[in-house]
């Protein structure tokens, strides 16, 4: 069953300038999507036309069996929910508390539910003591949890998350990873950062005004062309393993996290001595 | 621009609501208890009404135990206003008159600063729409408020990337190198503002907003609300009744 179906999307901008063309892809219940490609790519326009914040020029979106237009934009926001770089962007109420409340209270849940979600998400994203704090005294990585501690309160089917480990320290990182990790909605991350797109997706979008590829991440590290294009590094472990691979004439699958590289290693390594 | 801090470091005006003990009276009451109190206080005339409106504002804010430098602090940004039209006023009518609109803005204002230093700012929102307050007006406020220290926050970050960059200011507004810097500075604020404004309202968007700013928990008031507005009620008929000479007390 499809979530997500583009079918010929373009968006210009007031100004005349076109941010997406031809845009054509399907994303089904529960996958897990990267989105990457260099600077003013479109992928944060991409994003605002999946949350329903912006309406395609030309084509069709649809989000969760709604079509995107004008009239149904709110009832497609409902079921969408987008983590925005700046977390300053979505934090506005005085408490955590009241802030992950924001959300619910807008579904009109009455006020037990919305106290049991808000309890929920903070116990997912580790902000059970930050209840009271007020948001804007705290670190970007806290900021960052307490607004996907927003959209996990309101329980929507697809996640959207722009730039998730943008700034965050190594630890801040790691938490996020590990949040989203055990997420089963459909999650769609705009990312730069290939590493946190390999741990946390199978399938890679790389956007360039258009698509310039579509399919699983082997598939892309082996496209030297698309990786140029999309100005895109592989993390160093990946690039050492290729450098290994060409200088050794082995030949294995790109390994595309730490764990697989050293499954690379031994296995090679191992057969190498056997030799 | 000197004296910006980061908004983690910056003094806000109701830090210390939390812990006074007027901060868990429907805010309702209050507000409508002290737009009362001033309006009452604003027509006075006599000195003795004004007076003991002054020792009940002030007996209040001993019992609030909100810090006193907190409150003097606040008053201080007052003073200048209250110090110029009572100077006017002395050299326009005399001194006798001067004392007057000197000590009756001056109770009026410590009235206003006890209802917000004594109300979380959002709880203060909360009464002024629950008393009709238009919900485009009550948003902006909020909002803004919400939002300023993070524009105080770039404005801080320019300032320390001008200094980086070894500005070192003019010697007065009339230096044009100063003056197109700081216009700059302020233009880009705006156009930052504008940017921040639109991603804002795109989260807002996200996030299910209407129009209306829904929180939880409602307002209730009970016996001791009751109670204040009683106390209020009474300070208010008194004053007035010294006011209009039914009660007499000559100082």
Redesign the interface.
Known sequence: MEDIGFNEVCYSYDDGHCALENLNFTIKKGERVSLVGPNGAGKSTLL?IL???YIPTKGTAEIMGVRLTKKDA?LA??N???L?Q?P???I???TV??DV???P???GLD?QE??KR?DEALRMTGMESYRERVP??LSLGEKKRVAMA??LA?SPGVLLLDEPTANLDPQGRRDLINVLQEREETIIIATHDLSVAFHLTNRVLVLKKTLLYDGPFTGLVQDQDALQEARLELPSFSRLMQRWAKETGKVFPPPLTVDEALSVLKDKYCCRDHH | MGGLKAASHRTEIDQYAKGSRLFDFDPRVKLICTIVFVVAVAMFRQLEAIVVAGIFILALMIFSRIPIRHLAANYAVALVFIAFAALTMLYTSGPDNALLIFLRISVCVMALLLLVTTTPFFKMIKAFRALHMPKLLANMIMFTYRFIFVLLDEMERMKLARIARGYKGGKSLLDRRAFATISSTIGMTFVRSNQRATNIYDALLSRGYDGEVRTLGKLKAGPRDALLATTFGVVVLMTTMLELGVLQWRI
């Open positions: 605002h949350a329903g914040l709110p926001r409902r969408v929910g987008l925005f700046d300053d962007d979505q506005f109420m005085p508390s009241e409340a924001f959300g209270m807008n579904m006020e919305v106290r808000v804007h005294h927003g959209l309101m």
